[in-house]
């Protein structure tokens, strides 16, 4: 079992930036690739952006790219979000998610082992 807790969400004005963390427990962090997905009211949970077990490979949705960072620090086992230029639009709960393969679009969500239960982030225009 990972259990995965996210914290950092909260309400930022349009423009600003907010940094996501994700902290990991149980087993080994190294060997899950990670990711972000957000989920909207009324909307489905969608992919937002993935990291790789080493760190070096990352992939985001074309509606973050430029403005979102994920990052992860394995000595930590926690995988982090920085979100910048914030807009109305990135308003949703956002999950962190474990998978033993890679996280790299929304067809990623069929095979997540682990999800958080959510931080939500309120971008106010």
């Known amino acids: 079992q990972v259990q995965l807790a996210e914290s950092g969400g909260g309400l930022v004005q349009a423009g600003g930036s907010l940094r996501l963390s994700c902290a990991a427990s149980g087993r080994t962090f190294s060997n899950y690739a990670m990711g972000w997905f957000r989920q909207a009211p009324g909307k489905e949970r969608e992919f937002v952006a993935g990291?790789?077990?080493?760190?070096?490979?990352?992939s985001y949705s074309d509606s973050v790219k430029g403005r979102f960072t994920v990052s992860r620090d394995n000595a930590k086992n926690t995988v982090y979000l920085q979100m910048n230029s914030l807009q109305s639009d990135d308003t949703a709960v956002y999950y962190c998610?474990?998978?033993?393969?890679?996280?790299?679009?929304?067809?990623?969500?069929?095979?997540?082992?682990?999800w958080g239960k959510g931080t939500l982030v309120t971008v106010s225009s």
């Open positions: 990291i790789n077990w080493g760190g070096d490979i990352t």
């Open positions: 998610a474990a998978s033993l393969r890679y996280i790299g679009s929304n067809l990623s969500r069929d095979f997540v082992q682990y």
